[in-house]
């Protein structure tokens, strides 16, 4: 569908498919890209659940580096989840497209689709094209390279440096992991003329500046900030969308639809990230991946959530912004910001202000976010407390919904008498309407030793924090116990070796 740019200039709106370029004319606004795929005849990527927890759709698609250079990473995703539009001017591969485009045939066998193959990584095969564009992203990750043995030793790292968690997205239900696993750590290196690989030595497509209507709605994508506040003052109703992992399960599982859906997660502005002695700034539309990466363990409480969000394929979509956006009483980041006493910061075309995050949520799904203003980035002060933990209670260790998710951050310094509670801050999700900070645990903790004694009548207390209800994944009694039980943990994983 044509577009036209401020300057007259005219381009199709499309998407680079296997090297292919595939138009974007005609395709209904809230298709998926698995569905646009699909409808292209590559059928590889399947939908298992459509709402990205299974990873049958995985395909990859080229991304600026995560760590901020100017290089290509390619990076896997849940395409069932991301709007067909939301892709306008990127680079695709499905699985169908990894040997041809390593200079193979179409017949040859990409290594990973080899190494699958012999090692009985696939039966019914439904899941398998979507294992194996999560394992050629991490296949082709850069800085993966050979440990000889020297690096981690256990289940999840392999000598070839392959990171097992990088397929923790995916999910099978008849082959059994063994073999899959078997297949991730026989893999080598990409040949010197794969195509692939050489294309992350080169930038990644540059955002497209999107408008697409197809008689019923609209998807927009602005070319800046101001653009887009002007958009959302103008249109109330608009749907907001960075990674649509949110929102991408409300159009497939309860048939939303919006008549303008405004994509921000290619916005220069929200995409900034700072880091000085006093605070971290992280730009509302990263993804949690370049999060990840850039933050390099200057916040641990922050790293320690990280791999217990969802997966890599969500993670490698969703945004801070959209987290604290959606208002969800269950996210994992809003404890864990809660704890770090974060501020987001929030812009209209009237201006912007910063509020605290501790006074943001006001209702189930409701903050002071006013119409037309938007998320733009989430302020942590600094220096972070000396002592900080993530617990997160779920039926699953990974890619799983938590029942209870608790932040600690707490600094704890030497005393006449031994080691005292400085300062205490504890983010609780699950627990509430909303996110919630634990005031009454805090004052239970603040000035007093730290020893069991404390630490005992203070989860007393924490067990009476929020409003815990039952429903599919946990009843009130088994949270309220945990939010206790959560303390104690604590204690006895740090002990007394806490000062600072």
Not at 8 to 28: K, S, T, W, Y
Not at 447 to 463: H, K, L
Request: aromatic share 6%; glycine share 12%; charged share 20%.
């Amino acid at each position: 569908m044509p577009f036209v740019f401020c300057d007259g200039r005219v381009r199709m709106a499309g998407i680079v498919v296997n090297g292919e370029p595939r138009d974007l004319h005609g395709v209904p606004l809230h298709t998926n890209a698995l569905d646009f795929l699909r409808g292209c005849g590559l059928t590889g990527a399947k939908e298992g659940c459509a709402e990205g927890e299974c990873g049958a759709c995985a395909v990859m698609v080229a991304r600026p580096a995560p760590d901020g250079s100017d290089a290509t990473e390619w990076t896997a995703i849940n395409s069932c989840l991301v709007p067909a539009a939301s892709l306008d001017g990127q680079e695709v591969v499905t699985s169908e497209g990894l040997s041809p485009m390593s200079g193979r045939a179409p017949e040859d066998l990409h290594p990973v689709q080899h190494e699958m193959a012999v090692r009985g990584g696939s039966q019914c095969g439904y899941c398998t094209p979507g294992f194996v564009c999560s394992m050629a992203a991490e296949f082709y990750r850069s800085g993966r390279a050979a440990t000889n043995g020297s690096g981690p030793r256990d289940h999840y790292h392999g000598d070839n440096g392959f990171d097992l968690h990088a397929i923790s997205g995916n999910l099978c239900r008849c082959t059994g992991y063994r073999p899959i696993k078997d297949a991730a750590f026989a893999l080598g290196f990409p040949a010197a003329d794969d195509e692939l690989a050489s294309r992350r030595t080169t930038t990644a497509p540059a955002p497209a500046v999107t408008q697409l209507h197809d008689g019923e709605a609209a998807f927009l994508r602005p070319g800046g900030l101001a653009a887009a506040l002007q958009l959302l003052h103008d249109h109330e109703d608009a749907v907001v969308v960075a990674g649509s992992t949110d929102w991408g399960v409300e159009v497939n599982l309860r048939g939303r639809r919006a008549g303008l859906v405004v994509a921000v997660d290619r916005l220069p502005e929200l995409r900034a990230f700072s880091a000085s002695e006093a605070e971290v700034r992280i730009g509302a539309a990263l993804t949690l991946t370049e999060i990840e990466r850039r933050l390099k363990g200057r916040l641990p409480l922050l790293a320690a959530m990280m791999p217990q969000f969802a997966s890599p394929l969500i993670r490698n979509g969703a945004t801070l912004g959209g987290n604290l956006g959606t208002g969800s009483p269950i996210g994992d980041a809003p404890p864990v910001l809660l704890a770090l006493e974060a501020s987001v910061v929030l812009a209209s075309v009237d201006g912007g202000r910063t509020v605290p995050l501790a006074d943001y949520f006001t209702g189930y799904r409701e903050s002071v976010r006013r119409p037309g203003e938007l998320i733009t980035e989430v302020v942590v002060p600094l220096p972070a407390a000396g002592l900080t933990a993530f617990h997160k209670i779920a039926k699953r260790a990974f890619d799983d919904i938590s029942s209870v998710a608790v932040g600690f951050a707490i600094d704890v310094r030497d005393g006449a008498d031994g080691p005292v509670v400085q300062k205490a801050r504890i983010g609780l999700g699950g627990v509430a309407a909303t996110p919630i900070r634990a005031w009454a645990t805090e004052a239970a903790l603040e000035g007093r030793p730290w020893t069991e004694e404390t630490v005992d009548a203070a989860a007393d207390v924490m067990g009476g924090e929020g409003t815990p209800i039952s429903d599919q994944r946990a009843s009130a009694d088994f949270r309220t116990a945990m939010l206790s039980q959560s303390l104690r943990k604590l204690w006895f994983e740090s002990g007394a070796e806490v000062t600072s």
